[in-house]
């Protein structure tokens, strides 16, 4: 099955439903952590539903690993490419139409975004963007890397990271970071847990939540992942197992064959993961080479079970992440590497212009073209 964070370059990823004991006692942790106000993860909860999309833009000329050096990764989000997200171009002279692909989410509902590789902001200017996010209403989920998520990377990047943690604190775009995608193993646990711990320490306001998305084995839906558990065990082995449960939720990437309902309800029935409120970080299906109309049939079907269940039934489940607006030709994988390549509900048409970075390097703007999938599920209930 479909696992998006195997095939990425690991440089290219509500206080009423809280009980007393998650809003008093005291702390373990050895280290002066602030007094939380809030709960970040429950607050998601009232936003529900989350209409999500996963957003990683990658031009048509990003077609291979290592990529063109002008992309570097996979991080778009800034303003080295706002003819892609937004409105604007670096060059007015440049060949490139800008193709607010912010605006296009929006039109479909989409109230939240996620992606897999967030640079350095000291070398990446963020703020354009998120601040497009802003007047658009979108919600952002920022990601730290697998190639963060590493003993070398902690131990090299922390300056990094803690910069990345400080933006999100700061922008008002931004409720989650995501640490990760689809990690496995103790070792990594003990990773996520102590960027955990960073996020805990430099978020005084206690304003995010957090998740590391995770991907299912059991194509039942009767178990929950292991991983979770051993996430949570590295947590509160620091000490913040209040912070954990005021902050932490669940991401799962689920795709087919896996039963959406059971899932949910399996989710619902745990003892302790059921604790913690729920998102689909990823869903959705490739267009090829099986074509578009089984893409748009299988997209209206996860959709249409995720947003019918956003109620009483399973009230820790805040709603999901499509994957993904657009088709990516770097990657590997499936059906003679066509089936990673194409789970966007746009797909390239040939033509492009270009622009350029603020450094004078030139990048691809694509034009696109929408898939059958893309008005089917803006058309979904949601």
Same mark, same amino acid.
């Given at each position: 099955?479909?696992?998006?964070?195997?095939?990425?370059?690991?440089?290219?990823?509500?206080?009423?439903?809280?009980?007393?004991?998650?809003?008093?006692?005291?702390?373990?942790?050895?280290?002066?952590?602030?007094?939380?106000?809030?709960?970040?993860?429950?607050?998601?909860?009232?936003?529900?539903?989350?209409?999500?999309?996963?957003?990683?833009?990658?031009?048509?000329?990003?077609?291979? %690993?290592?990529? @063109?050096?002008?992309?570097?990764? /996979? !991080?778009?989000?800034? =303003?080295?490419? #706002?003819?892609?997200? $937004?409105?604007?171009?670096?060059?007015?002279?440049?060949?490139?139409? @800008?193709?607010?692909?912010?605006?296009?989410?929006?039109?479909?509902?989409?109230?939240?975004?996620?992606?897999?590789?967030?640079?350095?902001?000291?070398?990446?200017?963020?703020?354009?963007?998120? !601040?497009?996010?802003?007047?658009?209403?979108?919600?952002?989920?920022?990601?730290?890397?697998?190639?963060?998520?590493?003993?070398? $990377?902690?131990?090299?990047?922390?300056?990094?990271?803690?910069?990345?943690?400080?933006?999100?604190?700061?922008?008002? =775009?931004?409720?989650?970071?995501?640490? $990760?995608?689809?990690?496995? $193993?103790?070792?990594? =646990?003990?990773?996520?847990?102590?960027?955990?711990?960073?996020?805990?320490?430099?978020?005084?306001?206690?304003?995010?939540?957090?998740?590391?998305? %995770?991907?299912?084995?059991?194509?039942?839906?009767?178990?929950?992942?292991?991983?979770?558990?051993?996430?949570?065990?590295?947590?509160?082995?620091?000490?913040?197992?209040?912070?954990?449960?005021?902050?932490?939720?669940?991401?799962?990437?689920?795709?087919?064959?896996?039963?959406?309902?059971?899932?949910?309800?399996?989710?619902?029935? !745990?003892?302790?993961?059921?604790?913690? #409120?729920? %998102?689909?970080?990823?869903?959705?299906?490739?267009?090829? #080479?099986?074509?578009?109309?089984?893409?748009?049939?299988?997209?209206?079907?996860? =959709?249409?079970?995720?947003?019918?269940?956003?109620?009483?039934?399973?009230?820790?489940?805040?709603?999901?992440?499509?994957?993904?607006? /657009?088709?990516?030709?770097?990657?590997?994988?499936?059906?003679? !590497?066509?089936?990673?390549?194409?789970?966007?509900?746009?797909?390239?048409?040939?033509?492009?212009?270009?622009?350029?970075?603020?450094?004078?390097?030139?990048?691809?703007?694509?034009?696109?073209?929408?898939?059958?999938?893309?008005?089917?599920?803006?058309?979904?209930?949601?």
């Amino acid at each position: 099955m479909h696992t998006c964070g195997k095939h990425r370059s690991n440089k290219h990823r509500c206080d009423k439903h809280r009980s007393s004991k998650h809003r008093c006692g005291k702390r373990s942790s050895s280290v002066d952590l602030p007094e939380p106000s809030t709960n970040p993860s429950f607050d998601l909860l009232n936003t529900k539903p989350i209409v999500g999309m996963n957003y990683e833009p990658a031009p048509s000329n990003y077609d291979s %690993l290592p990529p @063109p050096p002008v992309y570097f990764d /996979t !991080d778009f989000w800034n =303003a080295d490419f #706002p003819a892609l997200w $937004g409105t604007m171009k670096n060059d007015p002279s440049g060949t490139g139409t @800008p193709r607010n692909d912010l605006q296009v989410m929006q039109s479909i509902g989409i109230n939240m975004i996620k992606g897999y590789n967030y640079s350095d902001p000291n070398s990446r200017n963020h703020i354009p963007f998120l !601040d497009d996010c802003i007047s658009k209403n979108i919600k952002v989920i920022i990601p730290i890397s697998n190639f963060f998520v590493s003993p070398n $990377g902690i131990n090299q990047f922390s300056a990094v990271i803690h910069r990345i943690i400080n933006q999100a604190i700061q922008s008002d =775009a931004v409720t989650t970071i995501s640490i $990760g995608n689809e990690l496995q $193993g103790v070792d990594n =646990a003990k990773l996520i847990a102590q960027i955990f711990k960073f996020v805990v320490v430099l978020d005084s306001g206690n304003k995010l939540a957090l998740c590391s998305p %995770l991907q299912l084995f059991d194509s039942t839906g009767t178990t929950f992942p292991v991983m979770a558990n051993q996430i949570r065990t590295e947590i509160v082995n620091l000490g913040l197992s209040q912070e954990y449960e005021s902050r932490w939720f669940h991401g799962i990437n689920i795709y087919p064959p896996t039963p959406i309902v059971t899932f949910l309800q399996t989710h619902k029935n !745990d003892p302790v993961n059921g604790k913690q #409120p729920l %998102l689909f970080t990823e869903y959705g299906y490739w267009s090829r #080479p099986t074509g578009q109309n089984l893409q748009k049939n299988q997209i209206v079907n996860q =959709a249409t079970i995720i947003y019918s269940n956003i109620d009483n039934t399973f009230p820790m489940f805040l709603g999901g992440c499509l994957f993904e607006l /657009t088709d990516e030709l770097w990657k590997r994988g499936g059906f003679g !590497d066509q089936q990673e390549q194409s789970f966007g509900i746009e797909k390239f048409t040939g033509n492009f212009g270009t622009d350029i970075t603020t450094t004078g390097l030139e990048y691809r703007v694509d034009v696109l073209e929408k898939k059958e999938s893309f008005d089917a599920f803006k058309n979904v209930p949601k």
